[in-house]
């Protein structure tokens, strides 16, 4: 019975009031990169630039910038940059992270907005420009929600990906149909933004933040409003998408384990053979190198270090698979019966259970 549930808030036991109970839980934190989605979203592992939040740290909402500059219905079908008037204070001492957010209000029925070049750049107190802290061409996937808060509907099919469509001519994403009114205090919004624990960015209040983006509009609305803007946020625990992630993602359930002296398992961990550089025919000995080579080697290499120093039981998800990008030590291809096994699991398991 698995007697753990993980999700971005932190982790929910239930309770066993008897003995000889072993409590379970799974770590696929975070699920664009260990789970079956890894191949989709080109999440790569390590990644210091973009900023995670551990299950189980305490996050809270701040504030956002809301002087970025209004598209302008007088230049419909043409491209615009709407972007903050001026670099913006850090309203907080304790914001750490920052997340993008575009507010789409009074799109009519036939509106479609084309939004490209998602940008912050950095700047010190007397608004010289330090660095850009973001920036998504949607060269490479991108999934963003669409939210509308007037009628409850959230959606990653409404913001819609545009091949050759952007401001340069590669890639952007297009919203299209009617949204509701405006409402810019923060809530009843219609607002698209990146999926959850995907592009935040650090922030430091020392300095002061704008955020830009390309956008073209065909037929506007009469007050069709688009404004970027930053939602910040301030969380114990953020770091990047590296081993003090994955550590402290684990560290909640460790935690428990010590604090109620009871047994925990790590009943599931592993991500898809799709992450890692190449497979190997175990007939023949051909490498099947066609993955996607997004980090599958440097992580394994850290969970592991992390599961030897707590001592931690755990078993890896899973030890065989039916088709080439799905978890597991061997995969099988169906079609032509070969077989394949994932070397680089392989010798790491071989001298992680020498030790024992």
Partial sequence: MELAKIHHLGYLFSEIPFNNVVYEFHEYAPITFTGQEAGITNMKYPNNNIVMIPNGAEYSYVDGLWDASKYNNSSSNTWQTLANITPETVPSSSINIGDIQIVLNNLASNTIVTIDQIKVSQYDKSNNYIKDVFFDDFSTDSNYKFEEASTGVTSLTRAQDSTNGGSSGGNAKIIQGPTGPDNTSGTGDTIIHPD?????????????????????????????LIIPRIMYFSCDQACGLNKDYI??????????????????????????????NELKNISNGTLYTSLGQLGGEQWTDDILSIISANKLNSSFWFYDATSMTTFGLFAGNVTNRKTYVNSYLESEFIDYFSKF
Avoid at 247 to 267: E, H, L, R, T, W
């Fill in 247 to 276: 550590a402290s993602s684990i560290q909640k359930f460790i935690d428990y384990s010590n604090q109620n002296n009871v047994p925990v398992f790590m009943g599931e961990y592993g991500i898809t053979n799709w992450c890692f």
């Fill in 196 to 224: 959850w624990n995907t592009n935040f960015f650090k922030v430091d209040p020392n300095y002061k933040y704008q955020v830009s983006i390309h956008v073209k509009v065909q037929n506007p609305g009469p007050n069709t």
